[in-house]
């Protein structure tokens, strides 16, 4: 994933940003995730939407 470029982990990410780590780890498992929180993660990233999707 795009996070492990920029991170060592989910955790340090979310911290750094302000996120709750198990909605990191959820989302980063495909689980029980919103656009919302994706986008917000993109934007914390600096990733868009089309960068993100480019591979489907």
Not at 4 to 15: L, T
């Amino acid at each position: 994933m795009i996070r492990r470029n920029q991170f060592k982990n989910y955790e340090d990410f979310a911290k750094q940003y302000g996120f709750n780590k198990v909605t990191i780890n959820r989302l980063e498992n495909g689980e029980n995730s919103n656009l919302g929180t994706l986008i917000m993660v993109l934007i914390a990233l600096e990733v868009s939407l089309n960068e993100f999707f480019k591979d489907f």
